[in-house]
C-alpha cells in the first residue's frame, strides 16, 4: 500500500514578556531543561490514586558570558508561562535563589530533569590556578520544590571529565505488576509496586584528549528514594535524608560494558 506523507507546519512566534521585567544575562554553553515544579493529586479510576504533574517551567543553568574574559556562570533561571489580563500567553523569567552547595560556574554542561529534580553532570569550569584542566566530571542535583543544591554521594567508576557532550534519561522499572484494564495488561504509576529508577545516559563529548565516543550510566535512584512521584507514603519520610548524603546514592557505570556482561 502507497505510504502517505504527512506534512508538518511550523510558525516562529516572539514570545511575549511582561514590560520590565529581569531576564537572564546573554550567555552560551548553557542548558534549558524542562522540570516539574508542582504536584497535585489525581483520582485514577474509582479507587486509585497518583501524582500529576500541574505545572512545568525551562529552567536554564550555567553557560559563559564570551569575550575575552569567557567567564563561567551558575546562576539558576526559570521561565514559566502565565496568562495576561487577555487571557493571552504571558512568559515570565525569575531569577532562583537557591542554598545549600551551588555547582561551580561552568558552559557546555548537560542537564536532565528527573521529577521535580534537575541533575547536573560535567562541563567545562573555570581553569585551576596551576592551569590544569577545566573539565569537570562532578554530578549535583537541584530540588526545584525546595531550592537546593546538594551534591550527592556517587559510587562506580566515574566517567572522564568532558564537556561538550550529551545526556538524556529514560525510566526504568523493574518487580512491579500489570493492571488488567479492559482486554489488556498495562502497567502505569498507580499499580506499580516494584522499584523504579531513572538512568541518565551520557555519551561522548571533549576530553583532554579530544573527542570521546564513551557510553556512561548514571542511575540516580530518585524515584525509589522519594515518595513525591507515585505518592508512597512509605518513602515519604526519606525526602530530608537526601541533603545530608545518606540516602541518595548515585551509581556511575560503563553502558557498553555491563551490556557486554549481560
Not at 496568562?83 to 504571558?90: I, P, T, V
Not at 512491579?176 to 498495562?186: C, Y
Not at 512509605?234 to 553502558?255: I, K
Request: include cysteine; proline fraction near 3%; charged fraction near 25%.
Amino acid at each position: 500500500s502507497a505510504v502517505t506523507a504527512v506534512s508538518w507546519h511550523c510558525k516562529w512566534e516572539r514570545a511575549k514578556f511582561s514590560s520590565g521585567a529581569a531576564t537572564p544575562p546573554a550567555r552560551d554553553g548553557h542548558t534549558a531543561t524542562i522540570v516539574a515544579t508542582k504536584w497535585g493529586e489525581v483520582r485514577r479510576g474509582d479507587e486509585e490514586e497518583g501524582n500529576e504533574v500541574e505545572e512545568e517551567a525551562m529552567f536554564v543553568f550555567g553557560g559563559s558570558c564570551g569575550g575575552k574574559a569567557d567567564a563561567k556562570l551558575n546562576d539558576t533561571w526559570i521561565l514559566r508561562r502565565r496568562n495576561d489580563a487577555a487571557g493571552e500567553d504571558l512568559w515570565v523569567w525569575d531569577e532562583l535563589s537557591t542554598v545549600g552547595s551551588t555547582p561551580p560556574a561552568r558552559c557546555h554542561h548537560v542537564a536532565s530533569g528527573v521529577g521535580c529534580f534537575l541533575i547536573v553532570h560535567g562541563g567545562r569550569g573555570e581553569p585551576a590556578a596551576d592551569g590544569t584542566s577545566a573539565l569537570l566530571s562532578d554530578v549535583h542535583v537541584l530540588d526545584t520544590e525546595l531550592s537546593m543544591w546538594t551534591a550527592p554521594r556517587v559510587v562506580g567508576v566515574a566517567p572522564v571529565a568532558r564537556a561538550w557532550h550529551a545526556a538524556c534519561n529514560v525510566l526504568v522499572r523493574w518487580g512491579g505488576k500489570e493492571a488488567d484494564i479492559g482486554s489488556e495488561k498495562k502497567s502505569s504509576p498507580a499499580d506499580f509496586d516494584g522499584v523504579g529508577d531513572d538512568l541518565i545516559i551520557v555519551f561522548g563529548g571533549g576530553g583532554v584528549r579530544g573527542p570521546l565516543n564513551d557510553s556512561n550510566l548514571l542511575a540516580t535512584r530518585l524515584r525509589s528514594v522519594f515518595g513525591r512521584f507515585w505518592g508512597s507514603s512509605e518513602n515519604a519520610s526519606l525526602q530530608s535524608d537526601v541533603h545530608d548524603h545518606t540516602v541518595a546514592v548515585s551509581l556511575y557505570s560503563n553502558f557498553m560494558s555491563d551490556l557486554v556482561a549481560a
